[in-house]
T-cell receptor, first 113, second 110 residues
Framework: EPEVTQTPSHQVTQMGQEVILRCVPISNHLYFYWYRQILGQKVEFLVSFYNNEISEKSEIFDDQFSVERPDGSNFTLKIRSTKLEDSAMYFC???????????FGNGTRLTVT | AQRVTQPEKLLSVFKGAPVELKCNYSYSGSPELFWYVQYSRQRLQLLLRHISRESIKGFTADLNKGETSFHLKKPFAQEEDSAMYYCALSGGNQGGKLIFGQGTELSVKP
């Protein structure tokens, strides 16, 4: 069964550094998402992406965040200048569309020191 | 405001006992409700969605619009059911985001 894949599984970075989290959604999916989960808290929506543009974003998704689908297969989340509070598990998800279910990746644990 | 509430952080039962994981929601329109499960060190997986009205791994969930609830139930818990369970809602539009509850950790003891 096809899966959403995310790399790396764990990333450690220093405060102020830029990070790029990578995701390969399922190949025939059209809708792409990033979620995050701070340790001990709920899974929170960050951004949705459809037809090569952001369709919705949350208050968390400020100017420090950006997403890109550079080559038709990868879907990346960039954090320009990381803060300690960006430490979390970041989940990528995708779905075919309409009423199809959302498929999640295994997540990338980001640790900002 | 759109919100999903799972009042129990941890639910511990013995094998063979009935299980009910509670979920209440707040949404102004007609949401679609889901249960996701996350086994240890694995990805979030869709367990149930209310529009399917099916039973997966013995679990069922009924949407109660009057009580704005979508509780997850299983008559006889198994040890392999131990996992984190997340209730979530979507606005139902095609690109709709999911809003998650806090999650309930289910621990089934032998």
């Amino acid at each position: 069964e096809p899966e959403v894949t995310q790399t790396p599984s764990h990333q450690v970075t220093q405060m102020g550094q830029e990070v790029i989290l990578r995701c390969v959604p399922i190949s025939n999916h059209l809708y792409f998402y990033w979620y995050r989960q701070i340790l001990g808290q709920k899974v929170e929506f960050l951004v949705s992406f459809y037809n090569n543009e952001i369709s919705e974003k949350s208050e968390i998704f400020d100017d420090q965040f950006s997403v890109e689908r550079p080559d038709g297969s990868n879907f990346t989340l960039k954090i320009r200048s990381t803060k300690l509070e960006d430490s979390a598990m970041y989940f990528c998800a995708s779905k075919r569309g309409g009423n199809s279910p959302l498929h999640f990746g295994n997540g990338t644990r980001l640790t900002v020191t | 405001a759109q919100r999903v509430t799972q009042p129990e952080k941890l639910l511990s039962v013995f094998k063979g006992a009935p299980v009910e994981l509670k979920c209440n929601y707040s949404y102004s329109g007609s949401p679609e409700l889901f249960w996701y499960v996350q086994y240890s060190r694995q990805r979030l997986q869709l367990l149930l969605r209310h529009i399917s009205r099916e039973s997966i791994k013995g679990f069922t969930a009924d949407l109660n619009k009057g009580e704005t609830s979508f509780h997850l139930k299983k008559p006889f818990a198994q040890e392999e059911d131990s996992a984190m369970y997340y209730c979530a809602l979507s606005g139902g539009n095609q690109g709709g985001k999911l809003i998650f509850g806090q999650g309930t950790e289910l621990s089934v003891k032998p």
